[in-house]
């Protein structure tokens, strides 16, 4: 692939060469060297496109498969979730309640969500770290990683 850039770099300095000579009135090559070389540049860039054109259609393929692995672990982490839930006896509000603290959202942010006060949140949060036997959002998370990264272990 750097031999393709390379190529196409030559080419553009070529025809940048090509234009200055014109402006300027010089004319460094015969006319068959000339045309030589400018067939040359156009074969360089037009394996340029094809190669580029191969490079794109990999990258797209890839992303595709990409999408899916992640659709594949986002499905994996919900599910690990309602696990967590379930095994912790967390009530619905609580469920919400982790699943927007698992997200990252301040307690400020999912009270307004949830229409409740502050205290309410706090209260709620205390009640899942008690719960699933943590001490914070950090540890919460962290049951959540370990587990799907233990499942990836031993897949």
């Not at 340029?48 to 992640?70: C, F, K, P, S, Y």
Request: charge should be negative; aromatic fraction near 8%; hydrophobic fraction near 55%.
């Amino acid at each position: 692939m750097l031999v393709i850039v390379c190529i196409q770099m030559l080419c553009a300095f070529f025809f940048l060469s090509q234009i200055l000579g014109s402006v300027l009135g010089l004319a460094p090559f015969s006319w068959q060297v000339h045309e030589l070389i400018e067939l040359g540049a156009a074969l360089g860039l037009l394996l340029g496109v094809g190669l580029g054109w191969i490079v794109l259609r990999r990258t797209m393929a890839r992303n595709i498969v990409v999408e899916d692995q992640l659709r594949v672990a986002s499905g994996a982490f919900m599910d690990v979730m309602e696990e967590k839930f379930t095994l912790w006896e967390l009530t619905p509000a609580e469920r919400d309640v982790a699943l927007f603290a698992i997200k990252g959202m301040s307690t400020q942010e999912i009270a307004a969500l949830r229409e409740v006060s502050e205290g309410t949140i706090k209260a709620q949060t205390n009640a899942i770290y008690r719960k699933a036997n943590v001490s914070g959002r950090t540890q919460l998370l962290s049951l959540f990683i370990d587990d799907l990264m233990a499942d990836a272990a031993s897949s």
